[in-house]
């Protein structure tokens, strides 16, 4: 079974620019999440799509992120224009619905190798 | 306060040591509790559930204690192969949705 694929692995960009990060969950997944990591501390929750809907983006920083999955598969997410402050590591990971074989399987999530984004 | 509380290490342990982790949260509504372990430049992945009844998986125990809202992992018998940042990770249940809450890792160096 393929897992959790982002693209790309790396991405440096200048400040101002425009980054687009994708993200292909398992097949089957409703679930599909976006964390980030910035240098030295944890790993943030940015947004959770159930399908193609924004369940929660409370996480998300300012405006200048837009995360999108349209059709309830791949979703992408894009920083405009980037700032420094920006840079990290952006995963992204999936789970089943609540109500899929596994009791527990909401909970378990597979993550990505992540997206590497420096903004110079 | 941070919502979850980890010593950032790094724990410099010999092989065959035995090594505890301890993790402290601040949501007293948090459902669920995890271990994931993280190499260097690579994803979160899940090591193992959390339960208050404890639970073993092989060299690696795990415990909650939600009275006093902390979580453990032990290794037993370290190997090189175990280093690595262990993140302790609680999961919310919220009428937004749900998601999980890192801590910032803890630091394992696994030393011949």
């Known amino acids: 079974e393929a897992g959790v694929t982002q693209f790309p692995s790396h991405s440096v960009i200048e400040k101002g620019q425009t980054v687009t990060l994708r993200c292909d969950p398992i097949s089957g997944h409703d679930n599909l999440y976006w964390y980030r990591r910035v240098m030295g501390k944890e790993i943030k929750f940015l947004l959770h799509?159930?399908?193609?809907?924004?369940?929660?983006e409370s996480g998300m920083p300012n405006n200048r992120f837009l995360a999108e999955r349209t059709g309830g598969t791949y979703s992408t997410l894009k920083v405009q224009p980037a700032e420094l402050e920006d840079s990290g590591v952006y995963f992204c990971?999936?789970?089943?619905?609540?109500?899929?074989?596994?009791?527990?399987?909401?909970?378990?999530?597979?993550f990505g190798a992540g997206s590497r984004l420096t903004v110079l | 306060r941070k919502e979850v509380e980890q010593d950032p290490g790094p724990f410099n342990v010999p092989e065959g040591a035995t090594v505890a982790f301890n993790c402290t949260y601040s949501?007293?509504?948090?459902?669920?509790f995890f271990w994931y372990r993280q190499d260097c430049r690579k994803e979160p992945k899940l090591l193992m559930s959390v339960y208050s009844s404890g639970n073993e998986d092989g060299r690696f125990t795990a415990q909650l204690n939600r009275a006093s809202q902390y979580i453990s992992l032990l290794i037993r018998d370290s190997k090189l192969s175990d280093s690595a940042t262990y993140l302790c990770v609680l999961y919310i249940l919220t009428g937004g949705g749900n998601k999980l809450t890192f801590g910032t890792g803890t630091q394992l160096k696994v030393e011949l």
């Open positions: 949501n007293s509504a948090s459902q669920s």
């Open positions: 990971a999936s789970s089943i619905s609540a109500g899929g074989s596994s009791g527990s399987g909401a909970n378990v999530l597979t």
């Open positions: 799509f159930v399908k193609e809907s924004k369940q929660d």
